[in-house]
């Protein structure tokens, strides 16, 4: 039996983890309003990590938002979440339709082209629900994103729309490994938005 409500709904990973992507679920004219005003509400900032030792600041920018102004730790840095927005609690709301789960946080990355990626990690920090899952929502150029499996290093490649939601949940994070690889193919910019659950 079919589990899912659609055949449009599949899970992409072959084994050791569940990953469904449900193609695009937002129309063009909700994609333009969201992506304008993101830009234009959203306190992006570039964000700080620690690599190797030494404190950066990443080309990519960052906010996080939340239904508290809880602390949160990202690549060591400790920092403090904004409250959702009216249009983040829109997303929140349709995403969780979708999706069928909950979120209380949402962590926004804005790439100002294709220069702009993020490494191979998973998503695994204390204070998120364990193995909760995760939701990404992608607004402005389609990107390619990559999974790979931590042992057999199998790699599964998916192009993230205008529009789409992918969710990530159980087994994805302890068995793969996922990263927004930089590009030259893509130069204008994208926002993509996962929603999460953090255990306070
Ligand atoms: O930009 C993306 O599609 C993924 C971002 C991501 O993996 C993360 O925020 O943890
Ligand atoms: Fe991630």
Redesign the pocket.
Known sequence: MDLFSSERIKNILPFDGVTNYYGIILNAKQCAFYYQKLLETIQFKNDEAIVFGKKILTKRKVAWYGESEYSYTYSKVTKTANIFTKELLELKEIVEQESGETYNAC?L?L?HSGDEG?AY?S?GEKMLKKDGAIA?L?LGAA?K?SFKHKENKQRIDII?EKGSLLVMKKGTQTNWL?R?PPTKKVNSPRI?L?FRTIEL
């Open positions: 962590l990355n790439y993020m990690h998503d990404s992608s990107r994103f993230l996922h927004l993509n996962t």
